[in-house]
Structures are given as C-alpha cells and as structure tokens.
C-alpha cells in the first residue's frame, strides 16, 4: 500500500468525492496526472485542504480501481460542482475510492505542520522539505517507502 498526498481547495467537491467514490485530478500539464495514473489498488489517498494555512485534512479513502480517463465531455460525466457549473469535465482523470471501509488513520485529524515537518520528508535533490515545500509535495505525490512508515505512525495508520 502506497500513500498519495493530495490536496482539493473545495470542500464541496470533496464531500461529492466521498458521496460518489470517485477522486479525480485535472490535466495541468505539471506531471499531476502522470502520477495519479500511477495510483493502484489498496493505496491511500491523503486529501489535504489547500484552502487553509493550517494543516487540515478533508480525509481519506482508498483505491479501489484503476485510475481511469474520463474522455467523455457530456453532462451525465459532469460530477463536481464546478463541472456543472462550467458545464465541462475538468477533472477527467479519475480514480474509484472507498471513503468508508478502510484503514483507520486515527491521528490525521490531530498533526499540524510541526508534527508534519518532524518527519523530515527531502525533495528530490535530497534537502529536508520546510513547510512551503510541503505543501506544494501535498499537491499529487506518493511518499517514498522510507517516509511512508513515518507518515503511517505520525497519523495512526491501523491497518484492518
């Protein structure tokens, strides 16, 4: 099980996210959807509220499919509430997730950025990441095997 760290800056469109099981991810062109399509069965999906300085989480789920690409831009596929309101699919990739049957995360709710900044995550030339550099990392990435442990322990990961 991989841990994918992400971020929606909408709680409504999280709230649809965990009514209808499905995250998704746009196409921005920054290597987001390369990674999200990376996304395999039993992995945990972190979702983070960008909205806030504070570090608050909306909550979790795990993946239960593949990740998908949703090609068709008719109104049947139009799932969040900004896709509506546009009238487009702006979030065409996509992933099935089960919010409600998964392993307990019984800390995630109670770290803020200090507790986060402990576990000492590096980026890719190898620093220790402050807390703007993690959160622009809690935007669409995988923790690497030698963090995800930390990770798991700080938030209270009980694996079911």
Do not use: H
Request: aromatic letters at 14%.
């Amino acid at each position: 099980m991989n841990i994918f760290l992400f971020t929606y800056n909408d709680k409504r469109n999280y709230d649809i996210s965990k009514e209808e099981g499905i995250v998704g991810c746009k196409d921005a062109g920054d290597g987001l959807r390369t990674k999200f399509m990376k996304l395999e069965l039993g992995d945990l999906i972190v979702i983070r509220d960008s909205r806030s300085k504070e570090l608050k989480f909306f909550g979790y789920g795990q993946v239960t499919s593949k990740p998908y690409y949703q090609r068709n831009n008719s109104p049947q596929n139009y799932l969040w509430e900004d896709e509506k309101e546009q009238e487009k699919v702006i979030y065409p990739n996509r992933v099935k997730t089960d919010f409600f049957n998964i392993p307990s995360l019984k800390n995630l709710f109670k770290i803020d950025w200090n507790d986060l900044l402990r576990i000492q995550l590096k980026n890719q030339k190898g620093n220790v990441m402050e807390k703007e550099g993690l959160g622009k990392f809690m935007n669409g990435n995988f923790l690497k095997v030698e963090y995800s442990g930390k990770f798991a322990n700080l938030v209270g990961l009980e694996k079911t």
